[in-house]
């Protein structure tokens, strides 16, 4: 399933960059179940883009794969980790152009959904609905069911902090980027949701905290997060910084999207020292921007009732 998204992902990104003379890729992690899969995709990318950046997502690091020797997920991450290094992949904060590019290293935690639970109906519990609960491997006392991971990766971005507020003044525009989510307004409520459990595997209150600590409390016109992991485009200004997701998503869901997003190629972000204009159509967050949150309402939106009661 994974496997495929790579060679998929890769078409995308080939048409994308030689069509448009693009010189910068970011990639937001999950781009490979395998290692040599990842190292199949990032080799591929770094021909056709003169950089190309990188942050790990949950699917990098599961260890399940048949026939590769993977200890566990921190050796995994470790391993994709140098191999990004031999290939020229950058994983540490960077200016290009004048632009400031900063990774941001992050895993989610189930303490950054704070909204009302769905009790109408049995919901699969984490556990049996995420992979990485028995596909990713932990030592050192960490693990999925708690804050610890989501600290862990957190962690990781101290040794940039240096190379950030270097970035912070000498560049007035700034990307920053991860692979999960950093607020949980930036994913649908769960009454919309198939598996309404999602708002507690996608997020991290630590990632919105470096967030604020690179881009300000206030943030400013030109302060700009990407993210992934959830597969839903997005595109909306909170307190002063734009988050923006473009996922191209598994070619299932590409087929659900409407307004001819069946045909869509990585979003250009950034280009001749602007940035985009705001991504459309964009269908939770263009929603979000005409419907107020309603979290304490917990009756199961149409599609979810009609799924819960097939099931
Ligand atoms: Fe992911």
Redesign the pocket.
């Known amino acids: 399933m994974v496997v495929s998204i790579a060679p998929y992902c890769l078409s995308f990104a080939q048409q994308a960059g030689h069509s448009n003379n693009i010189s910068k890729h970011i990639a937001l992690?999950?781009v490979a179940e395998t290692y040599n899969n990842f190292i199949v995709t990032m080799s591929v990318l770094k021909d056709i883009f003169e950089h190309v950046l990188y942050v790990p997502?949950?699917?990098d690091l599961w260890c399940r794969q048949e026939g590769e020797i993977h200890l566990d997920s921190h050796q995994k991450l470790k391993k994709l980790l140098d191999a990004c290094r031999g290939l020229g992949v950058e994983t540490s904060p960077m200016v290009l152009d004048g632009l400031g590019i900063i990774p941001l290293f992050s895993w989610y935690h189930e303490s950054f959904d704070r909204e009302e639970e769905i009790t109408s109906t049995h919901i699969p519990s984490l556990e049996m609905a995420c992979k990485d609960f028995k596909a990713c491997k932990w030592s050192k006392g960490l693990s999925n069911g708690d804050i610890s991971l989501a600290l862990y990766f957190d962690a990781m971005n101290e040794k940039h902090q240096s190379l950030i507020k270097e970035i912070q003044n000498t560049c007035s525009q700034i990307i920053s980027f991860s692979?999960f989510v950093p607020r949980q307004e930036l994913c649908p409520e769960k009454r919309m949701l198939f598996y309404p459990k999602l708002p507690k595997i996608i997020g991290s209150d630590c990632l919105e905290a470096r967030i604020r600590s690179i881009h300000g409390v206030e943030g400013s016109p030109s302060a700009c997060h990407v993210f992934?992991?959830t597969h839903f485009c997005w595109d909306s200004v909170i307190h002063g910084i734009r988050y923006v997701q473009a996922p191209l998503a598994y070619p299932r869901e590409r087929k659900r999207r409407m307004n001819g997003g069946e045909n869509w190629l990585p979003f250009c972000i950034y280009s001749n020292g602007k940035f985009s204009e705001r991504l459309s159509p964009c269908y939770w967050s263009d929603y979000y921007s005409t419907h107020p949150r309603t979290p304490h309402n917990t009756q199961l939106a149409p599609w979810v009732a009609t799924f819960y009661n097939q099931t």
């Open positions: 992690g999950d997502g949950n699917h692979h992934g992991h």
